[in-house]
């Protein structure tokens, strides 16, 4: 199974994927913020991360972006509450796997991070 970093700022949102997703087996590190984020990819590289972009502390995707040594081959799917364009392009060019859209049901990200951890 994959070892997920999940970077997500709302608590009950990052409680409940977190139950998800060790239901489903993988092992499940949080981070409610982006300096949080930079010290867990300190600790080792996750197979997976599941980066939300609007967070207290920086956009997600500038993190990415200053930050892909430190995600080295690491997976990344961004779930974001807000959906634009612009960040989906900009997303894709930094080569992120999947672009989702919240609400995402537990059960597709669950086989989200199966099939790309496989991959």
């Known amino acids: 199974m994959a ?5 997500e700022d709302e608590q009950l949102l990052r409680w409940s994927l977190v139950q ?11 981070a409610s913020s982006l ?19 609007a967070l207290p502390d920086g956009h997600g995707l500038d993190f990415y972006e200053e930050h ?3 995600f ?7 779930m974001t509450a807000v959906g634009r364009a612009e960040d989906e392009a900009r997303a894709t060019r930094l080569g992120v796997a999947e672009f989702l ?3 995402v049901t537990h059960q597709a ?5 199966e099939q790309r951890a496989r991959a």
């Open 72 to 78: 080295g081959k690491a997976v990344v799917l961004v």
């Open 101 to 103: 859209t919240k609400p």
């Open 68 to 70: 892909q040594t430190e």
């Open 35 to 53: 300096a949080q984020a930079a010290s867990r990819l300190s600790e080792g590289q996750p197979d997976v991360v599941i980066l939300d972009l």
């Open 20 to 30: 998800c997703l060790e239901k489903a087996g993988h092992t499940v590190e949080t």
């Open 109 to 113: 990200l669950v086989e989200l991070v």
């Open 3 to 7: 070892r997920v970093l999940l970077i």
